[in-house]
């Protein structure tokens, strides 16, 4: 299995035995860890119907569900963690979830990719079309990506939403370990992970 990094990062920041509730967990590979790794109480929604039931075929608890139409079906301050990994930039509502995710859980923990690296923007400017990369393996009428995001614009929303941001991680990449300290991580982090809660 390919080592993420994002997910050891993501993992280090779940306290042993906590309650988590997954997002957009796809085939359940992070949940999975955390259930087996650190004991947590782990449950997840995922919209993909063939993903959710490999996930059941893997003993987790996941439910079929769409992200953009909330997380009324859990109650506030439910779960001690909450999780959206590599998924915030295919919603339609983004700023609604992150709502939502700080009402349900006493943490959120967002990752994305950061629109604002240089390589796609040196692509944008030197070919004139919209970028493609191994972060971003896709033509534009065809991506899943529908709202792009950096690491500045993340921030604005936090700000926005009265949020604390407890912790930050940039990555160059999702299978290297990250720096010690990445200058300008807006133009040179590939990879956000954010951790925040309710000011």
Known sequence: MTRRIDHELIEGLVPEGATVLDLACGEGDLLDKLITRKHVHGSGVEIDQSAVEKCVARGLSVFHGDLDAGLADFSDQSHDIVILSLSLQQLRRPRMIVREMVRVGRLAIVSFPNFAHWIPRAYLALRG???????????????????????????????????????????????????????????TARIAVFAVSRC
């Open 129 to 187: 079309r919209m970028p493609m990369s191994r972060d971003l393996p896709y033509q534009w009428w065809d991506t899943p990506n529908i709202h792009l995001c950096t690491i500045t614009d993340f921030r604005s929303l936090c700000r926005a939403e009265g949020l604390c941001i407890e912790h930050t991680f940039y990555l160059a990449s999702l299978d290297k370990d990250p720096p010690a300290r990445l200058a300008v991580p807006n133009l």
